[in-house]
């Protein structure tokens, strides 16, 4: 059984820093590429970083680039979001999303709150 549990939200200032976890377990996790998304109120879910399975490539969209790092540790089973400059705009719900090559399906976290205000 898939499972992806975030961690890591709460409230910061604006350019302040968290740092995301999400602790998958139920597949080979070193075999799959893994994202973050991010859903703000009456938003739709948008993608905001991919790292592949060996970390060897990390993407990011526009609006995170330069200040949001995607990393992961394979023996703990675990990816992370280093948030730093966090405006207010980046408030959401944060997800940790995989697509499992062995099952061919597209699992998604419960997700954690952000919030960014003074």
């Known amino acids: 059984q898939v499972q992806l549990v975030e961690s890591g939200g709460g409230l910061v200032q604006p350019g302040g820093s968290l740092k995301l976890s999400c602790a998958a377990s139920g597949f080979t996790f070193s075999r799959d590429a893994m994202n973050w998304y991010r859903q703000a109120p009456g938003k739709e879910r948008e993608w905001v970083a991919t790292?592949?399975?060996?970390?060897?490539?990390?993407k990011y969209a526009d609006s995170v680039k330069g200040r949001f790092t995607i990393s992961r540790d394979n023996a703990k089973n675990t990816v992370y979001l280093q948030m730093n400059s966090l405006k207010p705009e980046d408030a959401a719900v944060y997800y940790c999303n995989v697509w499992v090559f062995d099952t061919n399906r597209n699992y998604w976290g419960q997700g954690t709150q952000v919030t960014v205000s003074s």
């Open positions: 790292i592949t399975s060996g970390s060897r490539t990390t």
